[in-house]
């Protein structure tokens, strides 16, 4: 059976499909690692979305092998195809999808850090297509690490304040609150929605509350939170403030 086997293996052919099984299956693996951390922060593109990038991404890097060594092997040219050629395409053409997990809240935007994991899961898919494990493996390690430990980290800003907002009616209030975070003196940075259920869990929020905006400001050491609360107790709808210390 083992001389069988290694007379098997003697075919290219064999070799190819077997080599490229491996390729395609550690790809996957690889991106679905990924995939996971992002489904788990309920992101746009999780698991699957991962999973295939990765795979079509290898799948595109053995293609091109296969070129490279195809037309090497069979019309003896002397100038072959580049067999980095495709995997360019896949770099540079990867933006399409990464552009489609980017999304527009109100004033915020989120899935930037998706749209990079995208990104640099395709170059692991890539990696891994032409066999550079070590390459690939390594930088599935640090994408996993920067999106589940960087996150974590305390970068924000001693003067950044986190504004809770609660409001009868986004749209009619979003506008004027702005303008009421400058005159209580701080500066308006980012904005989005509480959802639902967090709502529900927020001590600090009374019931009449529909509504809330989380609001990161900048507020300078002179400044009021004290002020800046009541600044925005005085717009029309606004219903609750509470500020992070």
Known sequence: MRAFLLKLWEIPDIQMAVTTFVRLGVAALLGGVIGMEREHSHRPAGLRTHILVAVGAALVMCTSEYIFTY?????????????????????????????????????????????????SVSCVGLAVGIGFWPGAVIATLVIFFVLNVVKRLPLRNPGTRIVYVGVEDIDDASADIIGAIQRGGAKYQNISIMPPADRATAAFLSKETHSVLIITVFMKPSASTAFLKETLLRVDGVKDVYIED
Request: net charge neutral; charged share 15%; glycine share 14%.
């Open 71 to 119: 037309y090497q092997e069979v019309f003896e040219l002397k100038s072959v195809p580049d067999p980095a050629r495709l995997g360019a395409q896949v770099i540079s053409g990867i933006g399409f999808l990464g552009a489609g997990t980017i999304l527009r809240e109100g004033f915020s935007v989120k899935g930037l850090t998706t749209a990079a994991s995208l990104w």
